[in-house]
């Protein structure tokens, strides 16, 4: 009895141990990742210092480096493909988890999942040779008022930020809809009750369960977020590969992911390579500044006092 | 509860001991080293153009030399030149020569051996046209450029008499990743138009004034197929594989000259009188009147003193049959090959490597 005692004290400690040091390693590993990008790109951060993240060139045989396009091309396409991708991930996790008939359930699940499953090599293909056509008939049928607008200036080519953003937004949504389904059905079922009994109608409880839910969503769009930032080879075969910052969706355009996937193998020079790598330790560094505001986002949302807009109507229409 | 504690770290100790552990096996070679009796292990990288080839030639010395084993990995050209400078790879391959300051940067004399010869041809995707065009030097510049910028230019019309050409927007298609097609393509623009040469210069990746860049050939050219108007580059062996049609263009000669496999050992065939002791030439507008202009070399990368004299022999006796014996291969899978006057020179070359 007692060596059983002894046994089970040096387990929680062995426990305890093995499991801290897991969780160790893990920041080893992400400092480790911060310091190698670093230390490999130290002869261009050395040489263009902060003008990396403002010049506008890329040019490999004069070897003048500057990274801003690509990082707009990042952060533009990932914001396009989550506007595009959060009201359907959305619309899919609520219909599955509260609104669809159970037979349902299972095939809409797993074909949500089907989507995650598909290497992205496969998208990209698809890209070419069945969306870009689309998206190009569509830039032809634009009509002239809209041309004048700067979100639809440019030659009608297919390719570029508005292909690229269906294709991440198409990419995105298993991944938030299935984080988001699970956290709505966390949603513990005495909340929804208790909108029912205070006499909500469904589209109101189903409002409360989304309210109620609120931070686990937002992780769910930022996990979509994260991966859209990181997406690489689809995202370079519709994007067109053209280093420049404009506002036009049918203009092509680049990202650091796909920038750094086509020259890596190919760069000779030292300083290029440098160049090369430094784009990667930005990308590190907006996905970590990225990560720091969806987390401070959601602790602010976690202080708010709870809004009792949804709930108060439903009382009253119960009183009334 | 017992057991899983144990178990939860030990796959970690593991993990750490195989860290630190793991050191490549030295290969073993014995001193006797004839192409049958190696027992060597050769690693290479390097040029992706001429793997297929490469691949070829390794499986078939595996029948000559069974004791040799050679692995050659496809990683780019600039993978290659660093990891043959960093001593990773024993042999290393480009698609173009190192540069002086790479030299200088490596720990021991590197020599050039040139095995096949690669051709960039001109695409295009004109509805309507099906012919072949005729380009000059100067006007596949301009267009590349964005200086020309309707299918129906004069000078354009002017090469191509009885070639109705609509009056559509050129789209310049090129390859966004890093490749040896884009260093042959951008040296023999360089070499025709000074203009080219000040703005973009010739590498594997430069930057472009105009157009859109596709992933690979097959990206390149699936934008060329569904974009009307839109011109682009492949390698021949890559437009002879999907049959995509080509133009024609001039040399320095004057003549209009079709890419063919003849073609491009023509070019390499004139440019041999002024071929320099190292083999780092460009061949590109080379003289002669039956040579395709855009072609040029592919090398292998050796070390004139690789330091393990057993190994090195093993090397230079597969470089010496593949250059000699493998050119049927290379003939077979669509490459043109070295011409017979610079097979003598490397030859002499290779005797220079440090085998004892």
């Not at chain 1, 060139?57 to 959060?86: C, H, K, M, N, Q």
């Not at chain 1, 189903?206 to 609120?214: G, V, W």
């Not at chain 1, 990308?283 to 976690?302: E, K």
């Amino acid at each position: 009895m007692s060596e059983r005692r002894f046994n089970f004290r040096t387990d929680e400690a062995l426990f305890r141990g093995g499991t801290g040091l897991f969780a160790v390693l893990l920041i080893v590993i992400v400092g480790a990742i911060g310091f190698e990008l670093y230390r490999q790109s130290i002869l261009s951060i050395n040489e263009f210092g902060w003008q990396f993240w403002q010049t506008d060139v890329w040019d490999p045989v004069a070897g003048e480096f500057g990274a801003r396009p690509f990082i707009w091309g990042t952060l533009y396409s990932s914001i396009l493909a989550l506007l595009i991708s959060t009201p359907i991930a959305l619309g899919i996790a609520i219909y599955i988890s509260e609104l669809s008939p159970t037979w349902m359930q299972r095939p809409l699940v797993f074909l949500t999942e089907l989507l995650a499953a598909i290497p992205s090599i496969v998208y990209g293909l698809w890209g070419i040779f069945v969306l870009v056509p689309v998206v190009r008939q569509l830039q032809v049928a634009t009509p002239d008022w809209m041309r004048s607008l700067p979100f639809f200036t440019g030659p009608p080519l297919g390719v570029g930020m508005l292909s690229a953003a269906l294709i991440l937004a198409i990419m995105v949504i298993p991944f938030s809809s299935s984080v988001a389904r699970e956290v709505l059905r966390s949603v513990p079922q005495a909340q929804r009750e208790a909108a029912y009994a205070l006499g909500a109608t469904r589209w109101e409880a189903i409002r409360m369960a989304l309210f109620y839910a609120r931070t686990g969503i937002i992780g769910a769009i930022m996990l979509g977020f994260g991966r859209a930032l990181g997406e690489t080879m689809a995202v370079t075969m519709v994007i067109g590969n053209s280093p420049r910052i404009t506002w036009s969706l049918f203009a092509p355009q680049y990202t650091m992911a796909a920038v750094l996937a086509n020259e890596f193998a190919e760069a000779a020079s030292e300083l290029y390579l440098h160049a090369l790598v430094e784009i990667g330790f930005v990308l590190f560094i907006i996905t970590l500044i990225v990560n720091a505001i969806s987390r401070a986002f959601i602790w602010s949302m976690g202080r708010q006092r709870k809004p009792r807009a949804a709930l108060r109507t439903a009382a009253a229409r119960a009183s009334a | 509860m017992r057991r899983p504690t144990i178990l939860l770290v030990l796959p970690l100790l593991a993990g750490l001991a195989a860290c630190s552990g793991s050191q490549p096996a030295p290969a073993s070679g014995s001193g006797a080293a004839s192409p049958a009796s190696g027992g060597a292990q050769l690693n290479g990288a390097g040029a992706t153009f001429p793997a297929p080839l490469y691949t070829k030639w390794v499986a078939e010395y595996g029948k000559v030399a069974p004791n040799v084993q050679i692995n050659y990995q496809p990683l780019g050209s600039g993978a290659g030149i660093r990891q043959l400078t960093n001593r990773t790879v024993f042999f290393g391959a480009s698609d173009q020569p190192m540069t002086d300051e790479q030299l200088k940067a490596a720990p021991g004399k590197v020599l050039h051996l040139p095995t096949v010869l690669g051709a960039v041809v001109p695409i295009y995707n004109i509805p309507g046209i099906t012919t072949e065009l005729r380009f000059t030097g100067p006007l596949l510049a301009g267009i590349v450029l964005g200086k020309l910028t309707k299918w129906n230019d004069p000078a354009i019309a002017k090469l191509n008499p009885g070639v109705t050409l609509p009056d559509m927007a050129i789209t310049v298609v090129h390859r966004s990743d890093g490749s040896g097609t884009t260093f042959i393509w951008t040296d023999f623009l360089s070499k025709v138009s000074p203009e080219f040469k000040s703005t973009v210069g010739a590498d594997a990746s430069v930057r472009w004034p105009t157009g859109v860049g596709g992933k690979g050939s097959e990206g390149l050219t699936g934008m060329v197929r569904q974009t009307p108007g839109s011109f682009g580059y492949v390698e021949l062996l890559y437009a002879l594989q999907n049959k995509i049609t080509y133009g024609a263009v001039q040399n320095s000669s004057g003549e209009f000259v079709r890419a063919s496999i003849d073609a491009v050992s023509a070019a390499a065939a004139s440019a041999a009188p002024a071929m320099p002791a190292d083999f780092r030439v460009s061949i590109t507008n080379p003289p002669g009147k039956d040579a395709y202009p855009i072609a040029s070399f592919t090398w292998l990368l050796l070390y004139e003193d690789p330091g393990d004299p057993a190994r090195a022999r093993a090397l230079v006796d597969f470089v010496r049959w593949a250059l000699k014996d493998g050119r049927s291969f290379a003939r077979d899978l669509g490459y043109a090959p070295v011409p017979d006057n610079v097979l003598e020179m490397e030859m002499r070359a290779l005797d220079t490597i440090k085998v004892q």
